[in-house]
């Protein structure tokens, strides 16, 4: 065999190590989150309003979620408050790559004036109160005690809402974006 094939070969078993390595350490995920956050940092992934604005009815606040230390409330409190609702999972590398930008959301814009409401979709609650612990991220996070209304329902995550106190949806992003722009910030603030 000569050198340059048994070059290529040690080359490929050296990348088929690292990734297996990263695979069975559970790290790929932060790994790619990683990578997707820098093209978040170029900003041409940013959250639009809707098309065509969705108005909720009743129901819609009709369900339960529970927090990380386990107390069960109804997101029927909420009504009459922005709201910021983000679907998200530890095994989710957007979900993962946006997480930085909207801890710096909630600590600018404040939690006396928009409600952050983080749902953990990881069917492990405890996969996620690690993950929080070990981010250090300070923002609300829950899990679901009761299916979400259909006006919430997603084909992916990401996916984050905004809702306006007088209960219209304002935002409903598709995947990843950049939260921790003044435009946002300032449409939040302007609801």
Not at 1 to 13: G, Q, T, V, Y
Not at 63 to 83: A, I, P, R, W, Y
Request: hydrophobic share 40%.
């Amino acid at each position: 065999m000569d050198k340059k094939k048994k070059r290529e070969i040690i080359e490929w078993a050296v990348i088929l190590g690292v990734m297996a390595t990263l695979y069975f350490t559970g790290l790929h995920t932060e790994v790619i989150g990683t990578l997707q956050r820098g093209i978040l940092a170029t900003g041409i992934m940013a959250p639009s309003e809707p098309e065509s604005t969705l108005s909720l009815t009743e129901s819609d606040y009709q369900f339960q979620l529970e927090d990380l230390n386990g107390k069960v409330s109804s997101f029927n409190e909420l009504k009459g408050k922005t709201v910021f609702i983000n679907l998200w999972a530890t095994w989710c590398p957007p979900c993962i790559a946006e997480m930085p930008e909207i801890q710096d959301l909630y600590d600018k814009v404040g939690s006396d004036k928009v409600v952050f409401v983080m749902i953990s979709l990881d069917d492990e609650r405890e996969k996620a109160i690690k993950f929080i612990q070990k981010k250090e991220y300070t923002f609300p996070v829950y899990t679901l005690v009761s299916g979400l209304p259909a006006v919430f329902h997603s084909q992916s995550i990401p996916t984050t809402f905004v809702i306006a106190p007088d209960g219209q949806v304002k935002v409903q992003q598709f995947g990843m974006a950049s939260y921790d722009t003044e435009e946002f910030r300032n449409l939040l603030l302007s609801l």
